[in-house]
């Protein structure tokens, strides 16, 4: 993840088959799962990619949201684990839940700890990993597995290095006789990817397969395929979403007319067709590969052309997975101010159009902006720019306008989830004196969401109405329409770019200065309720929806027949759903949620409802 060091300010951005037998014990695949708390018939169903979206059995698009679960891989202190123990995972994951609002995680491997030795694969690695995969999975949250590399390998870096990598193991570096590290005048660790000879060559072998590097990477992910799907139940196991092949994938060197788009259709394109091979040998056909394009595609200063275009369309077995950085804001330079309303609409609008164009869906699996340093001050509005980016293509100032050119909602995983951040100790490239405790220990990145505060409990470092957001976790038919007025805050100043327009008055009166979010979509007949996650500021007693389904203050608990209702979200974490049955087809229905009203009279609630719907009609059809 190319981000500046924190303390620097720089104009030149640039983004940067197991030969044994492996035995698995206790195999718990065929054994009934119990079911997780708060589950609802509808809930816990695989999902797959129809029609460009992730569905549910049940028909229903889903969307994704959450964060990368942990940086903390790619240090060495927890040995290449998210965490230092099951029960750290468990609470991570219910914090993730309760204060984050998050239903996945993407979730961080080391291929350097899952084959220390070339050939063997270490099962008490892929065990703790399961293990604390299942946390995850237990509370009710999809978890999509990433072998994990930043530089390619710490291995490649000298004990006294300013930087360090993760990814590649010991022998794999071995094996090229590397000259020695140097990024020459480099004043952010992401410069090494292109400038770093080691690293620049490492690189190029893997992608090259050298030394037979790729097919022991190929061999190791197939044979934790294997591990993970026979050491969860199958419950658990329709709870993983599917696999990301390779973190930020980039050529190290272009061969001789070679340009990033020949080398994606030549190298990279071949590789994700053959680690699709190792998932489906390794029981995961149904489950699609979550497939990178060249790190520099989505750039918006290093850009290069790319985004798998000679690819041909993905079709259900591969989703167009990318990540979104703002190197200006970064930078610190190329941005002076902050961001604005609508700042990352185009980007973010880029990412529907490729998926669209490939025939399947997409998911942003990495976005954030340093929470220390110079450009820190940034952070409220560049992450709220980009969940409404994510949430709809158009920007707030033309949404009430232009409603139907939304597009349809974005997943996403935010960077990141680090429950240790501030409190590592993490020996920088083995060197007992160079020891790291702060921020995330990595490179001088800072970009947790969450801490430990003294008292061991999980608190947010960013403003909670930001994180915790209502998105639509599950529509039952299509998306046509979806925003978000999450009312953050810049230090003191409140964030409204959405503002309820003046036509619609008594809507306005009812939203007030609170926090709302807007949903229309049109149905597929499905039995099973359309779904908004609802945050922890909208406590079911005083949510307000206007919807054409009815009016509700205070949805009441869900059953089979109640059109508007609350519901905990599986797992037993206390964190909610909103519920809307719409059993019928082809229809288009809205609903408002709200927190901005107290007890409100019957007839604004109707009020609200007319002006609602003669929106609707006019703007969506």
Known sequence: MPNIRARLLAVLVVLCGLCGFLTVAGSTAATAAATIPDSLPFDGTALTVSGG???????REVVLRGYNVSGETKLAENKGLPFASAAD???????????????????????????????QVDTGYLAAATEQMRAFLDAGIRVYPDFHQDLYSRHLFNPGSWYTGDGAPRWAVDLGGYPSESCGICLLWGQN???????KAAQYDFWHNRYGLQDSFLATAEKTMTYVRANLTAEEFAGVLGF?????????????????????????WPFYVRFRARMDAAGWTDKPALVEPNLFWNGNVSKEEG???????????????????????????LMWGNAADGQYVTDLGAVRDRASTAATTAIVSEFGHPLNGSTAGKAPTVLKAMYQGLDSRVKGADWWAAPARSGPVLSGSQWQWDVYSGRHHELMNDNPDKVRTSADAWNDEDLSAVRLDDAGTVTLR????????????????????????????DGSTTLTWNPVPASLPQTGQLVGSGQYGLLVWR???????TELHLPASFPTATTTVVSDLGTVYSPPAYTTTTKIAAAGEPGGTGSRRLLLGAPDSGSVHYALVTNGATAPSATLLAAARTELSAWVAQKVG
Do not use: C, M
């Open 53 to 59: 979206r992730f569905v549910d059995a049940n028909g």
């Open 307 to 333: 985004g798998l275009l000679d690819a041909g369309t993905f079709g259900s077995r591969y989703v167009f997975n990318t990540h979104f950085y703002d190197q200006k804001a970064i930078s610190g330079i």
């Open 89 to 119: 995972a468990r609470k991570s994951a219910t914090a993730l839940r309760t204060l984050g609002g998050g239903n996945s995680v993407r979730f961080l491997l080391s291929w350097a700890y899952a084959e220390p030795v070339r050939g």
């Open 244 to 268: 990301d092949p390779y973190n930020e994938p980039y050529a190290g060197s272009y061969d001789s007319g070679q340009t990033s788009r020949t080398w994606e259709r030549d190298l990279l």
């Open 523 to 529: 149905s597929n007949g499905g039995a099973a309720p």
């Open 462 to 489: 960013q403003d909670a109405r930001l994180l915790d957001r209502i998105y639509p976790g599950a529509t039952s038919g299509t998306t046509l329409a979806f925003t978000y007025e999450d009312r953050s805050r």
């Open 193 to 199: 990817i292109t400038q770093n000879g080691a690293v």
